[in-house]
């Protein structure tokens, strides 16, 4: 009996010995100044990884995040069609959504800013931050931001997906890699529809989106663009009529740079956001009410961090034009100018983090 259980106990001690052996890839948080090792973050984070979403039996963005604690999803149709999202008990005006680090929030109205043109298989990773950073990314991140990062691959591959299910509900899918040593670019296609699972809740949705990135000194560019539509029956979606209609469409062309010069890291993008809404009450007579909303966001924003024997500080400015054609609000326009700045104070051997910071903004 004792040989027996000397040698489970010695079994498992090689097992401890050969776990902390195991090597961890180091988890990366894409922060709006610098790069941050997960378990060097004082916030409250939560990262998704690709091992993480390959496993999950989710099949579109939104289906993942309702996973997580701290965020309220409120779908209106199947596969993605319209989503509102909250992080604590924020509305969905009140939570920044980016992609690669590029705004995509509408500028009519927050039902529209999850209308991106990636697809779950696309993803690499996503970051969620849980509470106020408007500090550090501006606003409409009052309650929390999400972070999509999309996938680059250093080799060429090609993936086809077909899928089917009831209420002629089907999905095709197809995305096209070109990787090389330093220079890697991909292009990515779906289109869904189905006649919905009850009356007037049929949807139609197509998502292209192609991304580039090239490898430099200590850094990278890259750009990014892409194009989603949807069109959908809103079966109740915002009223008690039964026979709403709405088609909503969202363009993103962006580009990227990020770099590593001595003690300085420099971190620019610019970008142009155009977002289409037209509703119809009455999805058959389309007299009785109708809206049609166009807004454009063009913007950039630099940011910058030096480190120094003190830490590490951050400032950054952010400019942004709104406008909104509608036959609804009328024409409408603002200029948006954003400063910010913090610093990184580190004790104990990082074992304690003092991080204050300011942001300015103003309307115009």
């Given amino acids: 009996m004792n040989k027996k259980l000397f040698s489970i106990m010695f079994l498992g001690t090689l097992a401890t010995f050969s776990a902390q052996e195991k090597q961890i890839d180091e988890v990366l948080i894409q922060g709006k100044f610098f790069e941050t090792p997960y378990q060097k973050v004082n916030e409250n984070i939560v990262v998704i990884q690709h091992k993480e979403i390959e496993q999950s039996p989710a099949k579109s963005i939104d289906e993942l995040l309702q996973q997580y604690t701290g965020v309220d999803i409120r779908k209106r149709g199947g596969n993605g069609v319209l989503s509102d999202i909250s992080i604590r008990g924020g509305s969905y005006d009140q939570v920044l959504i980016l992609v690669n680090g590029i705004r995509m929030n509408d500028s009519q109205t927050g039902h529209n800013s999850f209308n991106i043109p990636i697809d779950l298989s696309n993803v690499e990773q996503i970051e969620i931050v849980k509470g106020p950073a ?198 409408r326009n603002r200029f948006l100018t954003q400063v910010f700045f913090e610093h990184h104070f580190s004790f104990f051997s990082e074992k304690l983090q003092i991080v204050p910071g300011i942001s300015w903004a103003n309307y115009d």
């Fill in 134 to 331: 408007a500090r550090r990314f501006g606003n409409n991140a009052y309650a929390g931001v999400i972070n999509i990062i999309t996938k680059t691959h250093k080799e060429k591959t090609v993936k086809i997906t077909a899928e089917g299910g009831d209420f002629e509900a089907y999905s095709l899918g197809a995305n096209i890699n070109l990787g090389g040593e330093k220079f890697s670019q991909s292009l990515q296609a779906n289109t869904a529809y189905s006649t919905g699972y009850r009356y007037n809740t049929d949807y139609q949705i197509r998502n292209v989106f192609y991304q580039n990135q090239l490898d430099i000194k200590n850094g990278k560019v890259g750009i990014q663009a892409g194009f989603s539509e949807k069109k959908f029956g809103s079966n109740g979606f915002y009223g008690s009529s039964a026979d709403q209609y709405e088609e909503i469409q969202a363009s993103i062309v962006s580009m990227a740079y990020r770099q590593k010069l001595g003690n300085w890291g420099l971190n620019a993008n610019a970008y142009w956001r155009r977002g289409q809404d037209m509703y119809l009450w009455r999805r058959y007579n389309p007299a009785a009410y109708r809206n049609m909303h166009i807004g454009n966001n063009v913007g950039g924003q630099l940011n910058a961090n030096y480190q120094s024997v003190i830490g590490t500080t951050g400032l950054g400015v952010e400019l942004r034009k709104e406008f909104l054609a509608s036959n609804n609000l009328g024409h």
